[in-house]
């Protein structure tokens, strides 16, 4: 009987949130596909001093990962605020318009620091206010008629998402090199406008769903009643008892197990911290090398666009071989085993750039392919440990705690970025961090990952793994991907 109900049509309104969705990423990353370098040009060296291109890199870094850890640290504020007060379609209208005023500052106060900055912050709370809310709007337009075809409409979804990041990162760089930054970070405003534009549009076919109003039986506040009355805790029990006496009993298990996944959230910031490095620390590397390739000459900015055409390459090879052939020989590829060979891929990739960065510090002009290998690398390393990650914290976590654990592994990206960001100022400002310049930059970072691994390495045989049967839906891995790589 349930069979012969279901419709084979999709929800009217899935193609405005799609192409919204499109747009919204090539206006994201085609400002970001050049941010770095534009800041030293224009902002820190606009003369090219050699002198003064390390304090000059380490400030365009430090203002580039200050913007992507606000922007990934405010998905918490916008679930909560369509969850408890406006509803998804009015925050991500709202927070659009937002968004589109950034993008205008970027593109008119391309001469003025402070302004570009509002600019950037603009930016960051509009991509961070909707980046909670617009895959989840999605899933909202589906009912028990139609949820079969979801997977199809996720696929779809992840698949504009990578389109917008592979066209943005090559032609907004060409934009940038011909027609100036004003063009270069206009054209993305414009697609943002188009992105609204187009949300707007499907107003009157999107399935709304109601706020529903503060609920206070929530991970922050049983967190926060739990820690200002840990004094009153029994003996033999968990902190977190103590919070039954006020909140429901059941919600208070569900946060302890939020608080399990959080054992092994703790070693993912380090992962963005050099993550995040190829759209900004790489990017500035890829000018002092040789960029010819097959015989064209790359712009340093393009060669980013290496990440997503790899990491669509590298998820079906992961999901439908490479897994299955360790399972077959007895080695369970486990959550917590991807995320460490995830780790290691990782070192292995910076290991390459900080070699790469000794030739260059030594007078050098090295081929360009040494960081296109780097990246192919690393977009492993990112299906290992980023949607793993994420499939990890949905199998978890309980059904009224899987927002949640989205927002907190987003808010791995922000830390990952904050750290980062605040060891480039320390380089600028001449401070501690100051000592590691050139490939001791990225010899730092691979000493602090190395640790990192050694530790994962003795926690993870006492940490959850997932439970049997607890395998997401194809419709939810394909939200975990684009979840995951909506950077």
Known sequence: MSESVKKGRFPVSVPFIIANEGAERFSF????SILATFLVAQFFNPSMNPALQTVAEAKANEATHFFVSLAYALPFVGGI??????????????????????HLFLALFEQDLTMFQYGLLLIAVGAGGIKSCVSANLGDQF?????HLMSKIYGWFYFAINSGSVLSTILIPLIYANYGAKWAFGIPGIFMALATIIFFAGRKRYVRVPPSGVNRNNFVFISLYALFNMGKKEKGRSVLDVAKKKYLSEKVEDVKSVYRVLAVFCFIPVFWAMWDQNLSEWVLQATKLDRTIFGFQLLPEQIQTV???FLLVFIPVFNYLVY???????????PLRRIGAGLVLTLASFTIIALLQTEIDGGAHPTVWWQILAYVILSAAEVLVSITGLEYAYTQAPKSMKSTMTAIWLLTT???NLFTALVNKSISAGGFFSQFHGAGYYWFFIALLGSTIL???????????????????????????????GQ
């Open 307 to 309: 990440n997503p055409f």
């Open 29 to 32: 990353y085609g400002m970001r």
């Open 81 to 102: 605020a369509a969850d408890w007060f406006f509803g998804k379609y009015k925050v991500i209208l709202y927070i659009s318009v937002v968004y589109c005023f950034g």
């Open 414 to 416: 922000a830390l990952g």
């Open 143 to 147: 009912d028990e008629s139609n949820r």
């Open 455 to 485: 530790v994962y390495l003795l926690v993870t045989p006492f940490l959850q793994e997932s439970k049997p049967g607890s395998r997401v839906s194809d419709e939810d891995e394909l939200l975990v991907a684009s979840q995951s790589h």
């Open 324 to 334: 299955p052939f360790f399972d077959r020989l007895g080695l369970k590829t486990t």
